[in-house]
């Protein structure tokens, strides 16, 4: 499957509002997860069963559920029709080829982000969609696979940390993406050490070295496509009028719209710091090759003048002194081929092959 689009052969010819899953199920059973908390308090609870989980639900709390595993089309139905989210919206969860999105219903918004994680063994940065339906005083994640990227804000509402038990729900949706947006920071700056590094390295350019250098461009390209959208979700965010979102919250989602400026910065960056580094890389072999052939030039110079003088005068001379010696003819043999021995000495010591 393509990495820069997912396949949509299965919604081929589907109605709009079909509840269809488009990815790859990365989970054999669905996880399931309540955090219900106030200004006092704090409960924490896993279920088996979907149904089960929505009776717990109490809206006189902010309650969080969480989702591992959204391949399970039934029980994206029973929620969205607990809570009276539309098709579409369901749909666009259930599509994990999508881009960062927002999407408003009377009485909830739904908001699709991404999730990266970045392997710095293999150099490969991989991409999961995360959900999240905002309702009064109800937070629904979704996510493809069960991962860590919100135990920073679970530690938060379990040991009472910050305001966040003070908050409503929209303040909850915010500290779930910042962790996000922290991840790609976090993730650019690893990726970034090591694309700095590879400078010095240029200096003796080898076939190796162009192969990491396209790999750090594609994964950057990839980075860059999935981090920017978000852009766009937080701009429509922030116009909202919606009554989910308080006044008093704004300030907060436009900080975290500023340090998703920041990631998008660097991600720039470090795209065009591969573009010069591959720029400076195929510079270093045109500038070798030249060394080469400046060294080969002069090898023909010397051996041009003395070539044209044996070929007009030969050896057709009457004394030539090793012309009746019984060795002579190994001799030769013996200078031509150290000759070229040498050259193939200094050749391979300047690294020209």
């Given at each position: 499957?393509?990495?820069?689009?997912?396949?949509?052969?299965?919604?081929?010819?589907?109605?709009?509002?079909?509840?269809?899953?488009?990815?790859?199920?990365?989970?054999?059973?669905?996880?399931?997860?309540?955090?219900?908390?106030?200004?006092?308090?704090?409960?924490?609870?896993?279920?088996?069963?979907?149904?089960?989980?929505?009776?717990?639900?109490?809206?006189?709390?902010?309650?969080?559920?969480?989702?591992?595993?959204?391949?399970?089309?039934?029980?994206?139905?029973?929620?969205?029709?607990?809570?009276?989210?539309?098709?579409?919206?369901?749909?666009?969860?259930?599509?994990?080829?999508?881009?960062?999105?927002?999407?408003?219903?009377?009485?909830?918004?739904?908001?699709?982000?991404?999730?990266?994680?970045?392997?710095?063994?293999?150099?490969?940065?991989?991409?999961?969609?995360?959900?999240?339906?905002?309702?009064?005083?109800?937070?629904?994640?979704?996510?493809?696979?069960?991962?860590?990227?919100?135990?920073?804000?679970r530690k938060r509402i379990r040991d009472?940390?910050?305001?966040?038990?003070?908050?409503?729900?929209?303040?909850?949706?915010?500290?779930?993406?910042?962790?996000?947006?922290?991840?790609?920071?976090?993730?650019?700056?690893?990726?970034?050490?090591?694309?700095?590094?590879?400078?010095?390295?240029?200096?003796?350019?080898?076939?190796?070295?162009?192969?990491?250098?396209?790999?750090?461009?594609?994964?950057?390209?990839?980075?860059?496509?999935?981090?920017?959208?978000?852009?766009?979700?937080?701009?429509?965010?922030?116009?909202?009028?919606?009554?989910?979102?308080?006044?008093?919250?704004?300030?907060?989602?436009?900080?975290?719209?500023?340090?998703?400026?920041?990631?998008?910065?660097?991600?720039?960056?470090?795209?065009?710091?591969?573009?010069?580094?591959?720029?400076?890389?195929?510079?270093?072999?045109?500038?070798?090759?030249?060394?080469?052939?400046?060294?080969?030039?002069?090898?023909?110079?010397?051996?041009?003048?003395?070539?044209?003088?044996?070929?007009?005068?030969?050896?057709?001379?009457?004394?030539?002194?090793?012309?009746?010696?019984?060795?002579?003819?190994?001799?030769?043999?013996?200078?031509?081929?150290?000759?070229?021995?040498?050259?193939l000495y200094f050749f391979r010591k300047?690294?020209?092959?």
């Open positions: 499957m393509a990495r820069f689009l997912k396949s949509r052969i299965k919604a081929k010819g589907a109605a709009p509002g079909s509840l269809i899953f488009m990815g790859k199920q990365k989970m054999d059973n669905i996880g399931i997860r309540l955090f219900k908390y106030n200004e006092h308090e704090t409960s924490e609870k896993e279920f088996k069963s979907i149904d089960k989980a929505l009776k717990a639900i109490d809206t006189t709390q902010i309650n969080w559920l969480n989702i591992d595993g959204i391949h399970e089309i039934e029980v994206i139905q029973k929620i969205g029709s607990h809570f009276n989210i539309s098709n579409l919206a369901l749909e666009n969860i259930l599509n994990t080829g999508q881009r960062s999105k927002f999407f408003e219903d009377k009485e909830s918004i739904t908001l699709l982000t991404k999730a990266i994680y970045y392997n710095s063994e293999e150099n490969k940065i991989t991409v999961e969609q995360i959900s999240f339906v905002l309702l009064n005083n109800v937070v629904i994640s979704f996510q493809e696979k069960k991962g860590d990227h919100f135990e920073p804000v009472n940390i910050g305001r966040i038990h003070k908050s409503k729900s929209d303040y909850l949706v915010y500290a779930l993406i910042d962790s996000l947006v922290d991840n790609y920071l976090i993730n650019l700056e690893q990726m970034g050490e090591k694309i700095e590094t590879l400078e010095a390295k240029l200096d003796n350019p080898t076939k190796e070295i162009s192969g990491i250098l396209f790999q750090y461009k594609t994964e950057i390209s990839y980075f860059r496509k999935t981090i920017k959208p978000l852009k766009e979700l937080l701009i429509r965010l922030l116009r909202s009028k919606n009554d989910l979102i308080e006044d008093t919250n704004m300030a907060y989602y436009h900080e975290l719209y500023d340090l998703n400026e920041q990631a998008i910065d660097a991600v720039e960056n470090y795209f065009t710091m591969t573009n010069d580094l591959i720029n400076l890389y195929n510079t270093n072999i045109s500038n070798k090759a030249n060394e080469v052939m400046k060294v080969l030039t002069i090898f023909a110079s010397i051996f041009i003048p003395l070539t044209f003088i044996a070929g007009i005068y030969g050896t057709n001379f009457e004394y030539v002194p090793e012309l009746h010696y019984k060795y002579s003819y190994f001799i030769m043999w013996g200078v031509l081929i150290s000759v070229a021995g040498i050259m300047n690294k020209w092959f």
